[in-house]
Structure formats: C-alpha cells, structure tokens
C-alpha cells in the first residue's frame, strides 16, 4: 500500500463544492451545504485533508468545555483503505488536544464497519448506543458512541 503524506488546512467557503462532491459520494445521508456553511460560520473546526493539493477528506469538529466531538469526518472514495482517515483522526486529536480537550467523542452507524474499524485502531473505545439516530432506507438505524480519552 502506497503511504500518502497529507497536508492539512482549514476548510473554507469556497471548498464546499469540492467537500460536497466527497460527501454525497460516501453518505446516503450527506451534510448538506448549508450545514458545511454554518459551521464555517460559527466557527468550529472545519478542516480539509489534502495529497498535494487534491481534497481527499473533510472533517469537522467542535472543542468546548474541555471535550471535543467530531461532527463529521469523510475520505473521498478512491482514497478509502490507505490510511488517510487514521492519519486525519490523529490530526484532529491534535488539534482537540491543542485546545485543552481531555476527551474526543464521535457517532457512526453500526452498520459502518470500516469507520468502526479506523475508529478501534486509533484508539476510540465504544461506550454506548444512540437509538434510531440515523436516516436508513427501512427507517432509523443506531448509531454507537465512541471515545478516546486524548488528556
């Protein structure tokens, strides 16, 4: 497996058609444009994962009162299983930690397996069960808590 050497930056306005190009490719449920903007606009963490200067992931997170939370993290399709997304966990835990987190939090469907895997292997631990907290095709699906203690 070729190892990708990321760069990152904040995620500006003029990023969301690329971000939602990713976003509607890897979610039946994508964020919309209008969720990405007011991110932006009230100021949590929006930020890019870039190879060169290629866009190959998005993430926000949110960091108060000591706790972080990813909102939300995608890697566009043709860049999933090499890596990129546990190497942007470990640049969100940084950033997390820089702002005095002790703890990171985040939700994924049960059915993902592959995040739920990324997630184990950098270090996040399951601690409970959110009912009927995603949009499913039948319905609603749970969506398991994860989280990493980061102090």
């Known amino acids: 497996m070729k190892v ?3 760069s990152y930056r ?9 971000v939602m190009q990713v976003e509607t490719k890897v979610y039946t449920y994508p964020w919309t444009e209008r969720i990405f903007k007011d991110c932006i606009r009230v100021g949590y963490d929006c930020w890019l994962a870039l190879d060169d200067d290629y866009i190959v992931a998005h993430a926000v997170i ?3 009162a000591g706790e972080s939370h990813i909102l939300n993290i995608s890697v ?3 860049y999933q299983g090499h890596g990129i997304g546990k190497q942007f966990i470990e640049f969100l835990v940084d950033i997390a930690r820089n702002k005095k987190a002790s703890m990171i939090l985040l939700e994924v469907r049960q059915s993902n397996m592959a995040a739920i895997s990324c997630y184990h292997a950098t270090g996040f631990n399951e601690i409970g069960c959110r009912k009927d907290y995603y949009p499913a095709e039948n319905g609603r699906e749970d969506a398991l808590l ?3 203690e980061i102090g």
């Open 4 to 6: 990708i050497k990321l």
């Open 10 to 18: 904040r995620m500006e306005i003029d990023d969301i058609d690329t």
């Open 62 to 64: 949110s960091v108060a």
């Open 76 to 78: 566009a399709e043709n």
């Open 146 to 148: 994860f989280a990493r």
